[in-house]
């Protein structure tokens, strides 16, 4: 991982400690009091931040140490109910091929040889199923195109094998966390999703790549998130080194990318 000051890997590992706090909350809770469930929906809000922040920079700036590598991926698998390694595959291509049909998250779907945007809703509370591509394909498509290697392979069914013990644990010992655990995930990625559509809204294929957000209240609170467009020119910089650049007309958006979606024409 790139070395960065205190503050910087404060800012950027508060939002893992703040989903593990949230949903500490809730298990410690659930059997008292009722309104730790509320709980549950914070833990999965900053579920989506950890993921679109925190641990998507470890995919760009990974530690360097194997071990290292390997343990902090189990850790990760952990919170985000997937296999960390899937997701690096999925991100790597995504980089790729951008948000074209060959992009495993792509917000774009072609009918009667027509390519049109995929539905907001669909995309974002059916997350599980809104790749076009299954599982088999796309670890054939990244053995094809170098991002999902033998060791990325073996780390991924690793990271699978410790998920499920820790699902087998929570089923066998505390099967009310293994519930709350099961909504702060999917909750925690119909974000994930509603976010992706953010950044890249379907608006015409093939351009713009990415949508950004630059208002500087959001950019401090959240390293320079909302500048998504620059990192996908420049993905070997840092979150503190991304700068606005000169934006497209369709680029730039209005609202935060888990609200934009909502205001897209493309939905209403």
Partial sequence: MRKITLTQWTSLWIFPILQVTTFALFCLGI???????????LSAFFLNFSLHITYHYTVHFPFKSAALQQLAGIAKTLLMGLPFHYYLMS???????????????????AVDNQIVPKN?????????????????LQIEQGRKEGYCTPRVQKRMLMELGALLVWVAFMA?????????????????????????????????YGAPKANTYLSRWYNWLFINN????????????????????????????????LIEPFFHPKNN
């Fill in 31 to 41: 059997d008292q009091h009722f309104w730790a469930i509320l709980f549950l929906p």
């Fill in 91 to 109: 991100h790597w291509n995504h980089h790729k091929h951008n948000n074209g049909l060959d992009d495993f998250t792509t917000t774009w779907r």
């Fill in 172 to 204: 066998l010992y505390a099967w009310p966390w293994l519930c709350g655990y099961y909504v702060m995930v999917y909750i925690g990625w119909m974000l994930i999703a509603l976010q992706n559509y953010g950044q890249h809204l379907p608006q015409q």
């Fill in 226 to 257: 909302g500048l998504h467009e620059e990192h996908h020119e420049e993905p070997a910089k840092s979150y503190w080194e991304l700068k606005p650049q000169a934006q497209t007309p369709h680029s730039v958006i209005a609202k935060p990318h």
């Fill in 120 to 136: 907001v809703f669909i995309y974002a509370l059916f997350w599980p199923f809104s790749s076009s591509k299954s599982l088999p």
